[in-house]
């Protein structure tokens, strides 16, 4: 048995890396220079043709290319179906910038008081509008009001009332 040294593997497997090389440019260059002949397809495949059709060897008649014009040009690449239209997309409850600071219930009178928009305070009676918000309950530490079609109940924040002096 023939044993090779760690060099002679090296050397071996240079040449053939250097042999395979260089067999890929003699086939890219024969490739690039050498022309091919034009052959029709019906050539290749042993077949006759005809005025309107081709016929084989074996005796059977085929239709010529442009009679599948229909499947070549059609998109087979789209859906079979329409796709169903999509959802609706719902928008988001209006944002109400409004703000119940307090409420005013007694007999005869009622008033709402809200921090505005705009950081105003307003004193506002049910049924009066402010800032596209309608007033449609006032109660004690609370108020209903409609905006955009939506109804919001509104609390007196407790806590904010805390934070200013006596």
Do not use: W
Not at 47 to 55: G, K, L
Not at 76 to 92: I, N, Y
Request: with cysteine; charged share 15%; glycine share 6%.
């Amino acid at each position: 048995m023939v044993r090779m040294t760690l060099h002679h593997r090296r050397r071996f497997l240079q040449a053939a890396c250097i042999a395979l090389a260089a067999g890929t440019v003699l086939a890219i260059c024969l490739a690039a220079f050498v022309p091919l002949e034009a052959t029709s397809e019906f050539a290749l495949t042993g077949t006759t043709t005809t005025s309107s059709s081709t016929q084989t060897d074996s005796g059977s008649v085929q239709k010529p290319l442009s009679a599948y014009a229909v499947v070549y040009k059609t998109n087979l690449a789209q859906p079979l179906f329409d796709a169903s239209p999509p959802a609706p997309v719902e928008k988001p409850p209006p944002k109400l910038n409004l703000r119940l600071t307090g409420t005013a219930v007694e007999p005869g009178f009622t008033c709402a008081f809200f921090q505005a928009s705009d950081g105003t305070t307003k004193v506002v009676a049910q049924g009066s509008t402010i800032d596209g918000a309608e007033v449609v309950a006032i109660a004690p530490g609370s108020a209903t009001v409609k905006y955009a079609g939506t109804t919001f109940t509104l609390k007196v924040d407790k806590d904010k009332d805390k934070d200013r002096a006596p």
